[in-house]
């Protein structure tokens, strides 16, 4: 659910990067409630258009907001009363060529301008919890991380963290500041790992990408890999396949593998979309049913569309950001049917096996297909 927030602050980060800070006022800090690595998605109009972004928090979890333990779950603890949450929610944005809202945020975007901000979402969540946890991140992939390292270490005595992370520049590499602060913090349970892929640093590694035969190379000279209770990989389509592939030759286990891909370009390579995904559309249109926000509806699709664009052309309040099988705020349980899924970016193995999909990349094969994103 979207609400609008005003803008607290748009703060520089790099020349190319701001951070944006939103005033999440009483009435609504419930609902903002978030776990460390959960994204917004930002919405605004553009020449009687609207563009939605999605941008991770960067922030760590209030403590008072923190579940009582690592097992609980928002509403079962410290400061879950009806008012708590967050005060504010801090974002990072990074300029994108072309990019429509990116833009506006670095050039014209002020405090005190209004926003439409949707509620917490995403599952690329690190729970404080004992244990050894490392990162492979790029670009602004550092930014859900940052918040799951501040969270975890400051929640759990008994964690560590490795993170290794890859920007092209020094200049351009974001919260350069807070990752050393985190380091300054916590000297003896935060490693870090920097690499530039085209400039040299007086210290860290060589100068290059960090492609999969690096890695394969390089983790297990930093740290015991199979000893690692969760990796979690995020930036670009590249690095984080490269980072996956690595991990797989190293012989870590699927389960302890977690990613969230920040950037697909549109000549990207075919992703893993599922057993239909090579299937044909259906052919005369088809029947979509869904149930959202406890409601079911049931809609003819038209032409080509996707199953999330039939439920939008009639239930506007349907949960969408990117639209490109990258954010994975469209997922949602295959109830009977079967769909084509084109592209999967957000999705992990065990959730398609379970029967999730991304509605926005879903195409009916079937001539009624029923969806519950409630699920």
């Known amino acids: 659910m979207f609400h609008p927030l005003r803008v607290a602050e748009v703060r520089p980060l790099t020349d190319d990067s701001v951070t944006i800070s939103f005033e999440v006022p009483e009435e609504l800090r419930a609902a903002y409630r978030y776990r460390p690595g959960q994204h917004i998605a930002i919405r605004r109009q553009v020449a ?10 960067c922030d760590p979890v209030p403590a008072d907001l923190l579940p009582a333990g690592p097992e609980a779950v928002p509403g079962s603890g410290p400061g879950d009363g009806p008012d708590s949450g967050p ?3 801090r974002v990072g944005v990074r300029l994108v060529e072309d990019g429509e809202f990116s833009t506006y945020a670095l050039k014209e975007l002020l405090t005190g301008h209004v926003l439409d901000v949707m509620t ?3 599952r690329f969540v690190l729970e404080p919890r004992p244990g050894r946890f490392a990162a492979v991140v790029g670009g602004s992939g550092i930014t859900p991380v940052l918040s799951q390292i501040g969270t975890v270490l400051a929640r759990e005595p008994r964690a560590t963290f ?6 092209r520049t020094a200049a351009s590499t974001m919260f350069l500041e807070e990752v050393a602060d985190l380091k300054d913090r916590w000297p003896d349970r935060f ?3 920097s690499a530039l892929s085209r400039e040299e640093q007086q210290a860290g590694l060589p100068s290059g990408r960090l492609d999969a035969e690096r890695l394969t190379a390089l983790l297990p000279a930093l740290l015991p890999v199979l000893a690692v209770d969760g990796w979690y990989l995020c930036g670009p389509l590249g690095l984080v396949s490269a980072a996956e592939h690595a991990l797989r030759t190293l012989g870590v286990p699927r389960s302890r593998v977690h990613q969230e891909i920040f950037h697909v370009d549109e000549v990207a390579a075919e992703a893993p979309a599922g057993p239909t995904a090579a299937a044909g559309p259906m052919s005369g249109g088809a029947t979509v049913r869904a149930t959202l926000d406890g409601r079911g509806g049931s809609w003819p699709s038209a032409g080509e569309e996707s199953v999330l664009e039939t439920v939008l052309r009639n239930r506007s309040d349907a949960p969408y950001a990117c639209k490109g099988g990258v954010c994975g705020t469209c997922r949602a349980k295959l109830v009977s049917g079967e769909v084509r899924m084109d592209r999967n970016f957000a999705l992990e193995p065990e959730e398609t096996e379970a029967g999730y999909v991304l509605a926005c990349q879903s195409h009916p094969l079937t001539p009624v297909v029923e969806v519950d994103f409630d699920a």
């Open 162 to 167: 490795c993170l290794i992370r890859s920007d």
């Open 120 to 122: 917490p979402a995403g």
């Open 48 to 57: 009687g258009a609207e563009v939605r972004r999605t941008y991770s928090l």
């Open 87 to 89: 005060r504010r929610l």
């Open 191 to 193: 490693h870090l790992v």
